[in-house]
């Protein structure tokens, strides 16, 4: 297959530029329609009972209100004659809105709650109608038109929807300040590293075609299913960066070619055979390792494994169609440089392969101080506590935020936080009653409010004023609602064991009791991401180990890759528990440190896994290369002359392929921010102590037991395994080279 694809490269090159070209401009035309397609919610699994409740809470009571108009008078009280004749006129057109239901304001009649402490502020609270996507484009529309200056007062929004407006709306800025920064270094950074700006242009190209090719993708997708917005985060990442590693590891091997003699249409033959078969198997482990994401029931994670699944295969088969036709092209222009360091391919480093020869004498005493080093940094993970996304995810001095600061500083604690269930099922009112006085009496309780009335609880000494408009209690007949009102942290540990509480509290015979509220909605947010955990972990090991056997044909090496890529990952995680849960870095970043997000916590692990194990390829291909060459040689010399052919490779492709997760780094969505620091720390860590220490060191103390397997797998192995093409040729080879014992070449 690889011979063949190389032969079209050689002989069909220009028809393949051209439809390649073709299909670039066509899948920009319909990529760039998926941001209309895609939502900014997803962090909810849709079967939870929190979800459940909403549903009921949204059909039979109205719903809740979603959108927050906090009105403040400029210079007086919000009850001045001025002030509130602009408030009436704000509520009334809202009113006329269309989409737009339920709208209640401070100044409607028993609306009193709705007005600040301080008197200077006021709310006007209303439902926007719609799926999330019409919901969006409503809100972004509202907010526009009402917010800002407004006479004798002044409008800003919050609530829900508003929070999830400017995530989005942030989000694109920051991902236009990212791309600013990362292609634009990652230019200068491949100039330098191969001297050419011809060369240093081929893999700008493969990433641009998997960008584009992605958003396409997500355009098709969202017009069927449901897609977060920041799929989009993920895809210019992986696009860029697995697009610069799979053309910059077939060129760097071309220009190695060239280097040793050989002819081009020889060195393209070598360079797909050898190069294109570790892509093509590269590829298929990240893959395995974003499929995890499609166990998780949020789309926000599915999202991203629709997005990351795209972006790899196309970025694999961008790179390993399109680059040999221009390597074809370009030939020997691709080979020339203006610096010393990046001429002949890079095909050994003096650095990499004096490492791997201290590694290799001294395995023990190379390898402990790594370890340990990692072992600290994943200590933070400890004491790691898990959350889900709420407004301090956006900057201080973003608007819905501080609608919300003001709220929990100015107003009444009231019912905002407070939980909801529904009993779906006729319940007579005498068990209704004796079911709400047993919620009343959990600890933290401050009050339950039914359609027959109210019972107070244990904390019945707090702030029980309301805060909100409410809802009905009694929707169809047969669906009741009741409020639980408590006086505790929101989101804290105590809230949380107060939901599993209630819903611990046995429903009225004939009915099913559903918790509802934000406490509840964090409780089956985690809920719904712990409890696959052990399954999508065990999908990442059974596929990471049957790909790397089927590479290797060892059941050594997938044990080894599997234990050093979790020790890397586990470092990288506990480094941002440090940062992001415990504020060490909080002044320089600008972010509010909360519980670390349990969403992104999963996408960080699985996303730099999958690339992990790219490099773990890259490496493990050239020492296989080396061993198959000369099964009698030592097995450190295989090791050694590996990391001497790659370490430069996988170090320069880890770096610019950080570049672009780092940049993530310079937004203001403090969970993007942790995405993108997270995944590039792990992708450093992995190429160069894991790759340039761990690896040898664990080679060496292996031994030729590195590359053990039983019989029948050694068998099987002959039979179905994945190896490489041919043997690199040596100083003076001429272009002569030498097949691999055993191996299949076709």
Request: net charge neutral.
């Amino acid at each position: 297959m690889f011979d063949r694809i190389a032969e079209l490269a050689l002989h069909r090159a220009r028809l393949v530029l051209t439809v390649t070209a073709v299909a670039v401009v066509a899948m920009a035309a319909l990529g760039f329609g998926a941001f209309g397609k895609l939502l900014s919610g997803g962090f909810d699994d849709p079967a939870s009972p929190s979800s459940r409740a909403q549903v009921l809470i949204d059909e039979e009571f109205g719903g809740e209100p979603g959108l927050l108009l906090l009105v403040r008078a400029d210079g007086g009280r919000i009850t001045a004659p001025a002030a509130e004749r602009a408030g009436r006129d704000l509520a009334a057109a809202l009113r006329q809105e269309p989409g737009v239901s339920g709208v209640v304001s401070a100044w409607d009649e028993g609306g009193s709650a709705l007005v600040s402490r301080t008197g200077d502020q006021a709310l006007v609270a209303a439902r926007v109608e719609g799926d999330n996507s019409e919901a969006g484009e409503r809100t972004a529309e509202l907010v526009e038109r009402y917010t800002g200056d407004r006479g004798p007062v002044s409008v800003e929004a919050g609530g829900r929807e508003a929070v999830g407006h400017d995530i989005s709306g942030q989000v694109s800025r920051d991902l236009a300040l990212a791309e600013a920064v990362a292609v634009p270094v990652t230019l200068v950074l491949l100039v330098l590293a191969f001297g050419s700006l011809v060369a240093a242009l081929l893999p700008l190209v493969i990433g641009v075609i998997a960008v584009f090719g992605t958003f396409a993708e997500l355009f098709v997708l969202g017009s069927v299913t449901e897609v977060s917005v920041f799929a989009v985060n993920i895809t210019t990442a992986l696009g860029l960066g697995l697009g610069i590693d799979y053309a910059l590891l077939l060129v760097s091997r071309f220009r190695e070619q060239l280097a040793a003699g050989a002819e081009i249409p020889e060195a393209l033959h070598r360079t797909v055979r050898t190069a294109g078969r570790t892509i093509a198997f590269s590829a298929a482990t990240v893959i395995a390792a974003l499929a995890a994401l499609l166990l998780f029931p949020p789309y926000f994670l599915r999202s991203f494994a629709y997005a990351g699944i795209g972006v790899v295969a196309i970025a694999a088969v961008a790179a390993l169609f399109v680059v040999p036709a221009l390597l074809a092209v370009l030939g020997h222009r691709v080979a020339r440089s203006r610096f010393p360091w990046a001429r002949g391919g890079g095909a050994h480093s003096a650095v990499w392969g004096r490492l791997a020869a201290v590694v290799m004498r001294r395995p023990a005493l190379t390898a402990l101080p790594v370890l340990a080093l990692l072992l600290v940094s994943a200590a933070p993970l400890l004491g790691v506590t898990f959350g889900t996304p709420d407004e301090r995810v956006l900057p201080e001095d973003a608007q819905s935020r501080r609608v919300a600061a003001a709220l929990d500083r100015d107003f009444p604690a009231g019912d905002r936080e407070a939980l909801r269930i529904v009993l779906d099922g006729a319940v007579p009112r005498q068990e209704l009653s004796g079911y709400a006085r047993e919620v009343a009496a959990l600890d933290g309780v401050t009050r339950v409010t039914t359609a027959g009335g109210s019972y107070a609880g244990s904390g019945a000494g707090a702030d029980a004023a309301a805060a909100g408009p409410g809802n009905p209690a009694l929707g169809r007949p047969g669906v009741q609602q009741l409020t639980v009102v408590h006086a505790l942290e929101p989101r804290s540990d105590d809230a949380q064991d107060l939901v599993r509480a209630v819903r611990a509290v046995e429903a009225p015979p004939g009915a099913e009791a559903l918790v509802g509220g934000e406490d509840a909605r964090l409780v089956d947010a985690k809920h719904a991401i712990g409890s696959r955990l052990p399954a999508a972990a065990g999908l990442i090991a059974v596929t990471t180990f049957v790909l790397l056997f089927l590479f290797t044909g060892s059941v050594v090496q997938p044990l080894r890759a599997l234990l050093l890529n979790a020790l890397s990952l586990g470092a990288a995680l506990g480094a941002m528990v440090w940062i992001f849960q415990d504020g060490h870095l909080a002044g320089l970043l600008g972010f509010t440190p909360q519980p670390t997000d349990t969403s992104m916590t999963v996408l960080l692990f699985c996303v730099a896994f999958g690339l992990s194990m790219d490099y773990e390829v890259f490496l493990v291909s050239r020492i296989k290369e080396l061993r198959d060459a000369d099964p009698e040689a030592a097995p450190a010399a295989a090791v050694t002359g590996g990391l001497a052919r790659t370490g430069r490779i996988v170090s320069m492709a880890a770096g610019l392929l950080a570049v672009s997760f780092f940049a993530f780094g310079t937004g203001e969505v403090s969970f993007i921010q942790m995405f993108g620091l997270g995944t590039g720390l792990a992708i450093l860590i992995d190429a160069i102590a894991v790759r340039g220490v761990l690896v040898p060191a664990a080679m060496r103390l292996l031994g030729r037991s590195a590359w053990y397997a039983p019989a029948p797998l050694r068998r099987l192995h002959r039979r179905i395994g994945l190896t490489e093409g041919e043997a690199p040729p040596g100083p003076g080879a001429a272009g002569e080279s030498r097949p691999l014992t055993g191996v299949r070449t076709g």
